[in-house]
RNA sequence: CGGGGCGUAGCGCAGUCUGGUAGCGCAUCUGCUUUGGGAGCAGAGGGUCGCGUGUUCGAAUCACGCCGCCCCGACCA
């Protein structure tokens, strides 16, 4: 992509409203544009970090063996009369009426609809286990929404539901997105921590949020040391084999929220091993039986014949404040510093002298080249100054960026830097080329 | 939902107290000069001053009502 034809509209000065730093800098990287207070439009960049968010979410769904569907936004308010929260849910839930006053809702999770769904089709055991996820957009109408994407009143969110036959199989449901959730946030760049929470309103008994720490979260939090630098299941991990043995490892340290904290046992740790931090919630996963499948009848035909309420979990990841956690985790002060695995693009080439053929040329042919092998490059071919481009392309946060002046050029040289480390490297113009279309990691 | 604050050009702000017909910086457009870390000079365009009602010869400015947004707290993926 050329900037010169991008939808890029970067700010320089930071508008009035945004306080903190990941707010800040997707405003100024021209990533979203705020429409009402908690609902975001998504531009170019930000778009492209939202999908690339997404896949991760969805391949490591899918390697734990989750079945992605898509349901509605809109829901009937009978199916949760059925499940008793069309009242309880509160006014949090936007309630809509159709032309023909019926009462809707925007969905703000989807327990009733997928249970719904899951009734109708499925009956025998031999159907199950059964995870099905999907990813979409809710709402929930925050009394106080804030922090940009972080605290929306749209937001986008993987939610899955499991059914399984009995409780012991139902916690193999949710040790598999455990780890999913593990393999899911380490693959985005993030440190997560799972912690013991609360269940809420939403019932159940066995629960965890997943943490992510940044000076920034908005929730006080305290863990063992050791978790947060423990390695996380590779991707060959096998979902059909020991489960334990990575659930128990994470569970069996101190870790939880300010509201499930007991200072005593925190305090029994060793002092270094003490670690009091913010946090931001970007998963939390429930297992809480037969609430729903009770209530809406969800059942399916046992071993013996007779009917067997099922067993149900669900497991929600914040897609779209996952990108605010991201920049929370990674910026500096000269802007966003993306993992490459969301980065927008894959680097950045910058044209120090668009209109002299000799960077011209050289660009172009890397640009080709880059873009022939299948890498996402973005090429400042602007005519504006060098400063006004570097200035621009750490803003945005390519992890890399290969830079073309007219010196280095003349000697067929090009300098290829490390946003994150600021290292830089000159190279010959087919090294560069090289260096980046082998690249695997992209 | 309690408390506080703010709505003036795309962004950041001044002007409001003390009413007289709107300004600064950045951004944008044109030209020239510049060209490796957000350039300089010259010129230009862009605003029903959040909306409504009222007071007044006259309202961005005063009064009343409404809407929107932000912050602190309580609540929450």
Redesign the pocket.
């Known amino acids: 992509m050329r900037v010169s034809r991008f939808f890029m509209p ?8 945004a ?1 903190i730093v990941s707010h800040r800098l997707m405003l ?1 990287a021209g990533m979203i544009r ?1 429409q ?3 609902i975001y439009s998504w531009l170019p960049l930000g778009k492209r970090v939202l999908a690339k968010i997404e896949n991760i979410v969805r391949e490591e769904q899918n390697r734990a063996g989750a079945i992605e569907v898509l349901m509605p936004t809109l829901q009937s308010a009978d199916l949760w009369r059925e499940s008793g929260r069309y009242d309880a849910y509160g006014a949090e839930m936007l309630r809509i009426t159709d032309r023909h006053e019926r009462e809707m809702l925007y969905g703000p999770t989807n327990e009733e609809m997928i249970t719904d769904i899951f009734r109708s089709s499925v009956k025998s055991y031999r159907q199950l286990p059964l995870n099905l996820y999907h990813i979409q957009w809710k709402f ?1 109408d ?6 940009g994407v972080m ?3 749209e ?1 986008l ?1 993987k939610d899955a539901y499991s059914f399984d036959l009995d409780p012991e199989k139902a916690r193999i449901a949710y040790r598999k997105m455990f780890i999913a959730y593990l393999r899911t946030f380490a693959r985005m760049g993030l440190k997560s921590v799972p912690m013991r929470a609360d269940t ?1 309103p ?1 019932g159940g008994d066995l629960s965890h ?1 997943f943490i992510v720490l940044a000076e920034t979260g ?2 006080q939090v305290f863990c063992h040391r050791d978790l947060i630098e423990m390695p996380v299941p590779g991707a060959d991990f096998d979902y059909e084999g020991d489960l334990e043995g990575v659930f128990n490892q994470r569970t069996s340290l101190y870790a939880a929220t300010e509201e499930m904290h007991d200072a005593a046992a925190f305090g029994a740790l060793p002092a270094d091993k003490q670690v009091t931090a913010r946090g931001i ?1 970007v ?2 996963i429930f297992y809480f039986g037969t609430k729903y499948s009770k209530s809406m009848g969800a059942k399916v035909a046992g071993p013996d014949g007779t009917d067997v309420t099922v067993e149900m979990g669900s497991y ?1 990841i ?1 897609v ?2 996952l990108m605010g956690a991201i920049i929370e985790a990674s910026h500096d002060d ?1 802007g966003i510093v993306w993992p490459e695995s969301v980065a927008p693009f894959d680097l950045g080439l910058i044209n ?2 668009s209109g002299d053929s000799a960077t011209d040329g050289a660009c172009s042919k890397i640009y080709a080249a880059l873009t022939a092998a299948g890498r996402d490059v973005l090429y400042d071919d602007t005519d504006e ?4 481009k ?3 392309m ?2 945005i946060g390519l992890p890399w960026q290969v ?1 073309v ?4 050029v003349a000697n067929g040289e090009v ?1 290829v ?1 490390n946003r994150r480390s600021g290292e ?1 490297e000159t190279l010959s113009v087919d090294a560069a080329i090289k260096r980046f279309a082998e690249r695997p990691s992209f």
């Open positions: 970067l700010m320089k000065e930071t508008p009035a409203e306080q100024r705020q009402s207070a908690g929930r925050e009394v106080r929404p804030r922090f605290r929306g009143r937001f969110m809420g939403i949020e908005e929730s919630e998963g939390h929600g914040g779209s404040r000269a120090l002298k100054r060098a400063g006004t570097f200035a621009s750490d803003l830079i002046g007219p010196k280095g300098e830097k830089r």
